[in-house]
């Protein structure tokens, strides 16, 4: 009776080894994915960063100077624009001075 017992207990002390042991053995994996998984998502960081200089940063560059031409243009013809008013304006003026007035000036 006393070696069945036996057996059971060193069984028992056996199982109670390979649970601790594989316990063990998941901690050490699970230490190593998230070891893994980190490096992956730092890398994934580092590589979206440099992405976004290489990529976003010349598209940006140029759109922003195409919209200072732009500006640029713009306010070229706002000037070219005014100019010509000014202009027009005193023709206009004159022409309605001529139109209205008589001949040799204002009668008087």
Do not use: N, W
């Amino acid at each position: 009776m006393q070696t069945a017992i036996d057996q059971v207990v060193a069984s028992d002390e056996s199982a109670r080894d390979a649970v601790a042991e594989a316990r063990a053995r998941a901690d050490a994996l699970l230490e190593q994915a998230g070891k893994e998984a980190a490096a992956v998502v730092e890398t994934s960081r580092r590589r979206i960063a440099q992405l976004e200089k290489t990529e976003t940063g010349p598209i940006i560059s140029t759109a922003e100077e195409e919209a200072k031409q732009t500006l640029d243009r713009a306010e070229q013809y706002i000037q070219r624009l005014r100019a010509t008013v000014a202009e027009r304006q005193d023709r206009i003026l004159d022409e309605f001075l001529a139109a209205v007035l008589p001949p040799g000036g204002p009668a008087g």
